[in-house]
């Protein structure tokens, strides 16, 4: 039996055997408690987590104690958007995000209007890109947020951070990203981009599951958060809780690996990305979802005119891994919330198909794909 060409990846990514080689020692022999400090084991498991962090900050020009573990990247927005609103009801109860965000970025927003913060979200372009000019218009005197992902998980494409950085440095509003799906993808830079907040997840990078990490500005200025979760005062307050040594390393040999090979894969996957998007198009009645370039480089989105999605998604099924719309929210059959926003007609939404390629994929994979995407199709419009 063979299984389905997995072709997933802003869903989850497999683990990259060197991460795991880097992860198992801490789960034997180095087992200690990082917060423990009277033992050996406790500061072999400390200096574990010290240079994970080191690397991790690294990669993002951030010093090693802005770097705040969490269990992943729902829960580092979940710290950013709560706990800067909290921590700056002096200043107002105005947050700015966009229609296409990640739902661990819009529902957060919706529990703060339950306690009488003011949410404004900002529609896209038909290509999926911010206008700079709306989000200006929309700052006021009492604004504290604004959450503008780094690259979308549906269409892939990626805002422009250093102008949005650079707009709410000058306003004095805090600046948090759901760089999710861009770390270890593309160039993120903390200072250059005058990030204030920045959410990560390893899983969407060849690292494991349940770990993530939130960017928290410490310097110029220094940004002020509440706590989500209260216990041991790990994390300098701000998150407590046991560090998961194990899933931390895996985590730090992701973000390396990823930057490491960043550059080359990027261009290895635009040719096969464009590779199979060449070979759909003599289909006809093809439409591409997010801007053509300002996406990444794993990312194809389509949708098929005169298809049934949900036939399409069920006839592709032994032969290839997709998903269409939002793989967080698909157990719901509704048209996906950012192919909406982009102005796709319900019909179009549900016919559509998110190619996420990856570190793994190979040309023979995006051949065959091509071949059972194309038959199925046609099967599905006769
Ligand atoms: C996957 C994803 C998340 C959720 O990350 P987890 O680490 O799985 O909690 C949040 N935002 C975006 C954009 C994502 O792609």
Redesign the pocket.
């Known amino acids: 039996m063979h299984r389905p060409i997995y072709l997933d990846c ?2 989850t990514t497999p683990l990259d055997p060197e991460v795991l080689e880097a992860m198992l020692p801490y789960f034997t022999e180095a087992f200690g408690n990082p917060a423990s400090n009277s033992h050996s084991y406790g500061w072999e498991a400390e200096a574990a987590v010290k240079l994970a962090r080191e690397q991790i900050a690294t990669a993002i020009h951030a010093r090693p104690e802005e770097i705040v573990f969490t ?5 580092a ?1 979940n710290l950013a958007i709560k706990g800067a609103a909290e921590a700056n009801l002096a200043k107002g109860r105005h947050v700015v995000t966009v229609v296409t ?2 739902n ?2 819009l529902d957060p927003c919706r529990y703060l209007e339950t306690l009488g913060f003011e949410i404004t979200r900002l529609p896209v372009e038909a290509d999926g890109l911010l206008d700079l000019t709306k989000l200006e218009a929309v700052l006021r005197e009492d604004t504290v947020l604004v959450s503008v ?1 780094a ?3 549906e269409i892939g494409v990626l805002q422009p951070l250093e102008d949005i950085g650079a707009l709410c440095r000058s306003r004095g509003v805090l600046f948090h990203t ?1 760089a ?2 861009a770390i270890g993808k593309i160039p993120l830079d903390v200072q250059a981009m005058e990030i204030s907040l920045m ?1 990560l ?4 990078v060849y690292g494991p ?1 349940g770990i ?1 990490a939130l960017y928290v500005r410490r310097k110029a200025p220094r940004v002020q958060l509440a706590p989500q979760l209260h216990g041991g005062g790990h994390e300098r307050g701000l998150r407590s809780g046991t560090l998961y040594t194990p899933q931390i390393v895996g985590f730090a040999r992701a973000v390396s690996l990823g930057l490491e090979k960043m550059a080359a894969e990027t261009e290895r996957l635009v040719e096969l990305r464009d590779r199979l998007h060449q070979a759909l198009l003599p289909l006809g009645g093809i439409q591409l979802n997010g801007h053509p370039t300002f996406r990444l480089a794993g990312n194809l989105n389509l949708s098929f005119e005169g298809v049934d999605g949900q036939a399409l998604l069920l006839a592709l099924q032994p032969t290839v891994a997709v998903s269409s719309g939002s793989a ?1 929210t698909s157990a719901k059959i509704e048209p996906s919330h950012v192919l909406s926003a982009i102005g796709r007609d319900d019909a179009l939404a549900y016919a559509s198909i998110r190619f996420g390629l990856g570190r793994f994929t190979t040309t023979a994979e995006i051949d065959q794909v091509a071949k059972h995407v194309t038959v199925a199709v046609q099967a599905l419009r006769r």
């Open positions: 802003h869903s269990s992943g990247a729902t829960e927005n965000e990640h661990a970025v992902m690259a979308n998980n759901d999710a799906q959410s997840t390893a899983h969407k599951k993530g967080c």
